[in-house]
């Protein structure tokens, strides 16, 4: 083997294209759901406790901060589950060749923030 090769792989050198970017995203928002799944627990067990409960869970969430992070866990959801409709349509071979692949990640990402802009306005 006289081929150079490089000692170590240069990441912000590589073009990643659309899917690629919709995959490595719907990993990310995996983990972000899976990280969050505790405070979420919390919440539904503040919110169902009593009122007392209720209303200091409500006077937190009304903090813009508690907003951005809801918000952001909006888009994980919503990018998490249209991402994992592209897959399960690529696994049916309903998606078959690379252009359609292509294709349904552009769709992917403007169904995800448009359903998070539109989601997050109603319930800002």
Wanted: charged share 15%; proline share 4%.
């Amino acid at each position: 083997m006289l081929k150079k090769r490089p000692k170590h792989l240069a990441l912000h050198l590589i073009k990643l294209p659309l899917p690629g970017f919709v995959s490595i995203l719907h990993r990310i928002s995996g983990l972000a759901l899976f990280l969050a799944l505790p405070l979420f627990l919390l919440m539904l067990q503040y919110s169902l406790r009593s009122v007392e409960t209720y209303t200091s869970l409500m006077d937190v969430l009304s903090h813009p901060l508690a907003k951005l992070v809801l918000l952001g866990l909006l888009w994980s959801f919503l990018h998490h589950f249209c991402a994992g409709i592209r897959y399960l349509a690529i696994d049916l071979h309903y998606i078959s060749n690379l252009a359609e692949a292509r294709s349904s990640s552009k769709i992917v990402m403007v169904v995800s923030l448009l359903l998070t802009v539109l989601i997050g306005v109603k319930l800002w």
